[in-house]
Each structure stands twice: as structure tokens, then as C-alpha cells.
């Protein structure tokens, strides 16, 4: 059994959403990042950099953290969404790590400083969502050739989409990347998405409400400051 801890987050759900994907049974276990429980002892014993997602597998007595490597584990274990040849490996993993590396922490410290850094400064803001943007370019050129990031349907596409979603709250427009606009709502027809971005909590329906989308960003503000 896969026992997942976990947020609302793009990170968070790039995990929920694989295990939906695969079909794997698991039990998902809420982290209150607002209320510190990713700094709590018992959490540093699986996730050691205090950061969600993180997981434990009891089959093989083993706690995995890193979204990134989880989803390979996961991939690997069930034997789907990540090839088995070297060079489709390599070529999933290529694109994995340009979310790991580019798309979430851009589009991270995009929302830092457009949504809950107290003050605004506007070169902090240009300079991630523009860096965004770029990112994005990068996706569209290679999906105006390509239907899925790395060949099929991979851990890569759901990696990726889970941050590419969420591009209004980091303020960054896909006007334009008509490539991209395609495959994430594409996206959003794969099995096990939609609900996988509902773990452990629907974040969308809250921030459709004024008085739940404040009290979000307050919360968010207090993480900023840990």
C-alpha cells in the first residue's frame, strides 16, 4: 500500500495524479503546511527537506521524497507512463527534470512574489513570470511536433501539466501557444487527472470563493515566511 502525505499543491498533485493514472491503490494523509506539520519530527523521518509530497510504501518498507522521484518509483513499480528502453527513459526523464529544474521553480517563485510576498517588486515579478513564459515557449515549439513530451504519454506530460495548469495563478498567459493550450486541455481527458488534482483537497473550488481564496493566500504568506 502507498500511503501519501501531501498538500494541495502542483507538486502534491503531480504525485496524486500518477497514482490515479496507474490505477494504485493508496491512502492519502493531509499536510498542513500553513500549520508547520512539514517541519514536525515525524514527517522529517520521510520527507528529511520538510517538503511535500513524500510517500511510504509499506511493500518494500520504503519512504521516498522528491515529487520527481516518486513518480519515477511509481512508474517503474507498475511498469506504466515510463518506458522500459534506455533511450525512451532517458527522453522521459529529459523532460521530467525540465519541470523539476525550470517550469516549478520559475512558476513557484512566480507565485511567491505575485501572490503573497507582502510587498510588490515588480522585477522579482518580470523576472519569474517572464522566465515562465519562456519555459512555456519551450513546450509549445516542441508540441507543435509532437503530440505527448516524450513520445507516448508519460510521467514527463503529467509532471509538467500539473504546474502548466495552474499558469493564471502564477499570472503568466498562454496567449499564443496554441500547441500547449491543446495538450493541457488534452490533458485534462487522461484518466485519473481530474481527480488526482482534487487531493487531498479541491484547491480550484476554494479559490473561487473570495473569502477562501483570501484566507488561501494568508495561509499561503505564512509558508513563505517558515
Excluded at 500511503?3 to 494504485?24: D, F, I, Q, R
Excluded at 519562456?134 to 509549445?140: A, N, Q, S
Aim: with cysteine.
Amino acid at each position: 500500500m502507498i500511503h501519501l502525505y501531501t498538500a494541495s499543491t502542483p507538486n502534491g498533485h503531480k504525485v496524486s495524479c500518477t497514482l490515479e493514472a496507474l490505477e494504485m491503490p493508496y491512502k492519502f494523509h493531509s499536510v498542513n503546511l500553513a500549520e508547520g506539520d512539514q517541519k514536525k519530527p515525524d514527517f522529517l523521518k520521510i520527507s528529511p527537506n520538510g517538503r511535500i509530497p513524500a510517500i511510504i510504501d509499506t511493500d518494500n518498507d520504503l519512504s521516498i521524497f522528491e515529487s520527481g522521484a516518486i513518480m519515477l518509483y511509481l512508474a517503474d513499480k507498475a511498469e506504466k507512463l515510463i518506458p522500459d528502453d534506455v533511450v525512451g527513459r532517458a527522453k522521459v526523464t529529459e523532460w521530467l527534470m525540465f519541470q523539476m529544474g525550470g517550469i516549478g521553480p520559475m512558476m513557484g517563485q512566480a507565485n511567491v512574489f505575485f501572490r503573497y510576498f507582502p510587498e510588490k517588486l515588480q522585477p522579482a515579478i518580470d523576472r519569474y513570470q517572464n522566465e515562465s513564459r519562456r519555459l512555456f515557449e519551450v513546450l509549445d515549439t516542441h508540441l507543435s511536433k509532437n503530440e505527448w513530451l516524450a513520445g507516448e504519454y508519460s510521467i514527463a506530460d503529467i509532471a509538467n501539466w500539473c504546474w502548466v495548469r495552474t499558469h493564471n495563478w502564477s499570472g503568466v498567459s498562454l496567449d499564443g501557444l496554441t500547441h500547449l493550450e491543446k495538450w493541457k486541455d488534452r490533458m485534462y481527458e487522461q484518466p485519473g487527472m481530474i481527480k488526482g488534482t482534487k487531493i487531498p483537497v479541491d484547491r480550484e473550488s476554494i479559490l473561487k470563493d473570495d473569502k477562501d481564496k483570501e484566507e488561501f493566500i494568508k495561509n499561503a504568506q505564512k509558508m513563505v515566511k517558515k
